[in-house]
């Protein structure tokens, strides 16, 4: 699975309306019945997409994400729980939180699908957050901004793909607001004056509107702006509403004459003028905060000037300012999750205990050091790769100092505690006890000339190097053989990696899962198993089933059975890939993301990122019985300690609970899945 990243390009039809249509539908729970499911352990940190604090109590946070999950924070930021999901899906962006500041029960979240950009939800909780509802009027919008005015409460805006959308009576009807013949739409930012609810700004993908009366009439709001700008963020100055800053992907600009005309401020430099948000400090209306792609600008007069107050590395999606102490900022970031600063953004920490928001493509056991595990992530760049729990998943410690933020797809021990890291651009070792991954891509691949030199001579080898930058899904360590599947073909190592022989396998090369079992070996692409009987001296296709596109990982057992988890469902081969079989019979028929083998159990376990669930089968597949339920989609499983310990797609490492059904504490087998 690649990036969940958001660049947005035009859509080519508007969304259609079913509102009326609709019914109301509890798409949540409670924190409560989160409780009763698998604990999030880590490692923490991950995408933030929004913040948003309690109006009567700023220690109540709440944090949006963009898989539709809710987190909360009673501390002020120091400490997170999972809160609520929204939603029946992953997909759902949480872009924008809106509490009401007269009545801080009722709760907005607006958000916008990732699988399909044209679509998107409000959700409204009148309980603050403990159940919540889709709101019929606005149920299919994709929406993308949203605001609550401050000198009326029942006065609501929203921004969507369609156009901008307004309540009058605390966000229980909405009408559109904008003309249909007008080109107010794809709406990106939205701004209330704070002392005039009737005035809206409107920010497009293509320049800024505003309307005077409540969206009886608009005007472009361009003059000063380059033309071709997309408006990320409006705010209004709270004290002088003339006042209005507007940021684009052409920089950040300034009215002072309610956006009659504006300025392009000067101060920050053209490589990070993606200004994300613009945020005011509520406690001195000087003080403006601009979130942007290269880091956190921050300017104390009005923005005459401009300093960058954090890591250009930073991504900063959202800013908040604690209304009773601006010393307190909190930033929602990409990969970094929650950074804190509690001196006027000088200085910025991760904020991130509890936080889980990490793509697991890989969890091992030490198998010399029964406490330690380690994971494998993919997205977070410099703030992922692998990570380290020394007590059994409690912290964690970043271990990644070498692989300069490549993605992690699997991860393998050898015999001698050596950890080898299969990452989107090549082979990495980190020797046991060594604090840096090393490299090991060399490949060498010897070819004897077809005619010898001269009659009777031995024939002559030649020899070529090269270095291996392909994808490297998985890796298998045998006793004798190291072996990984690339992107690039499958190749092997009889001396742990420090060269390598291989390449395309019967006219295949991007190969998705290896594995092997005393000579068997399985190989896949994602549609195609090749198998070899003699440790990969020639080769065989086994005739997998040609509606199978989509294999995400293979098992083999001791007995000589091939498994094959797939988008397709779930397969298996008795007899070494001469037949297969369509596993069902109590397993879901399709989206299986892993198969693994419980040697000491004699029993399969299955998982599907469709349902938490974990499925076992005690007669080699032919029926299965449902397991533990996680609550969470699931990658693949692992058996550590007695208990289950799963990889998900969004939240990290989770784990079984104390009182949960363990069972035996052997090892799984555990494949990575893509």
Same mark, same amino acid.
């Given at each position: ?27 949540? =729970? ?7 499911? $698998? ?27 963009? #898989? ?35 009545? %801080? ?50 006065v609501m805006v929203a ?83 003339? =006042? ?17 005309? &504006? ?28 979130? #942007? ?12 000037? $401009? ?13 908040? =300012?604690? %209304? ?8 929602? +970031? ?13 200085? &910025? ?7 889980? *928001? ?78 840096? $991954? ?12 077809? *005619? ?26 045998? %006793? ?20 390598? +022989? ?54 083999? #057992? ?44 004699k029993r399969l376990l299955?998982?599907? +990122?469709? +349902?938490?669930?974990?499925?076992e089968s005690e007669d ?23 208990? &289950? ?30």
């Amino acid at each position: 699975m690649g990036e969940k990243r958001f660049m947005i390009s035009e859509p080519k039809h508007l969304v259609s309306c079913k509102s009326l249509l609709f019914v109301l539908l509890t798409l949540c =729970v409670a924190s409560a019945a989160w409780a009763q499911q $698998w604990t999030a352990v880590g490692p923490d940190g991950g995408d933030v997409r929004s913040l948003a604090y309690d109006p009567q109590n700023a220690d109540h946070i709440f944090l949006g994400t963009s #898989t539709g999950t809710l987190f909360s924070s009673t501390d002020g930021g120091h400490s997170w729980s999972r809160f609520a999901h929204l939603g029946s899906g992953e997909d759902y962006v949480i872009d924008h939180l809106v509490i009401d500041p007269q009545s %801080p029960s009722k709760m907005f979240a607006a958000a916008w699908s990732v699988e399909n950009q044209q679509s998107g939800d409000m959700f409204f909780s009148h309980d603050s957050g403990k159940n919540w509802e889709t709101i019929p009027a606005m149920h299919g919008k994709s929406i993308r901004a949203m605001a609550i005015s401050s000198s009326d409460s029942k006065v609501m805006v929203a921004g969507a793909l369609d156009g901008v959308f307004r309540s009058t009576d605390g966000g229980k009807d909405w009408q559109r607001i904008s003309s249909s013949n007008q080109e107010i739409h794809n709406i990106e930012s939205i701004a209330l004056d704070p002392k005039d609810a009737n005035v809206v700004y409107a920010g497009t993908w293509h320049l800024a509107w505003k309307t005077a009366d409540g969206g009886a009439t608009w005007r472009h709001i361009n003059k000063g702006m380059i033309e071709d700008s997309d408006v990320f963020s409006i705010i209004v100055d709270s004290a002088n509403p003339s =006042v209005v800053f507007a940021s684009a992907c052409s920089g950040i600009y300034k009215s002072q004459t309610a956006g009659d005309s &504006f300025q392009k401020i000067q101060g920050i430099p053209f490589s990070a003028r993606r200004t994300r948000v613009l945020k005011q400090d509520p406690s001195n209306p000087a003080i403006v905060y601009a979130g #942007t792609t290269e880091g956190l600008w921050k300017t104390m007069d009005e923005g005459k000037t $401009w300093k960058r107050v954090s890591n250009p590395d930073v991504v900063v999606n959202d800013v908040m =300012v604690d %209304p009773r102490n601006s010393q307190r900022v909190l930033l929602a +970031t990409d990969r970094a999750g929650v950074l804190a600063s509690d001196d006027g953004a000088q200085s &910025f920490l991760a904020s991130n205990h509890g936080y889980t *928001h990490r793509y697991v493509t890989a969890v091992i056991a030490d198998k010399n050091d029964a406490s330690a595990i380690y994971v494998g992530v993919v997205n977070d760049r410099e703030q992922g790769g692998v990570f380290v729990s020394h007590d059994a998943s409690q912290h964690w410690i970043q271990k990644s100092k070498g692989l300069d933020g490549r993605d992690v797809f699997t991860l393998q021990q050898a015999s001698n505690g050596d950890l080898v890291a299969g990452t989107n651009r090549g082979m990495f070792i980190l020797a046991r006890n060594a604090s840096d $991954w090393s490299p090991i891509n060399n490949i060498i691949n010897r070819t004897a000339a077809s *005619h010898p030199a001269k009659k009777g001579s031995k024939a002559v080898k030649t020899e070529a190097r090269s270095i291996l930058t392909a994808r490297v899904n998985e890796i298998e360590i045998t %006793p004798d053989t190291w072996m990984a599947a690339t992107s690039a073909g499958f190749y092997t190592s009889s001396n742990q990696g420090k060269s390598w +022989t291989g390449g395309p396998v019967m006219g295949k090369q991007d190969f998705v899962a290896v594995q092997a079992n005393d000579g068997l070996i399985a190989l896949a692409t994602r549609s195609d198993v090749l198998v070899s009987k003699d440790r990969g001296a020639t080769w065989k296709d086994s005739s997998l089933s040609s509606y199978v596109t989509g294999i995400r990982g293979i098992n083999v #057992t001791a007995d000589g059975e091939i498994l094959i988890a797939s988008r397709e469902g779930a397969f298996r081969s008795p007899n070494a890939g001469a037949g297969w079989e369509h596993m069902q019979n109590g397993l879901p028929d399709k989206n299986i993301s892993s198969i693994s083998y419980d040697d000491s159990g004699k029993r399969l376990l299955a998982t599907s +990122t469709e +349902t938490g669930v974990v499925f076992e089968s005690e007669d080699a597949g032919h029926t299965w019985t449902r397991g533990p339920d996680s609550g969470y989609p699931l990658r693949h499983i692992s058996l550590v300690h007695g208990r &289950f310990l799963a990889a998900t797609p969004f939240d990290g490492v989770i784990i079984q609970p104390d009182s949960g059904n363990r069972s035996a504490s052997v090892k799984v087998t555990t494949r990575r899945t893509n």
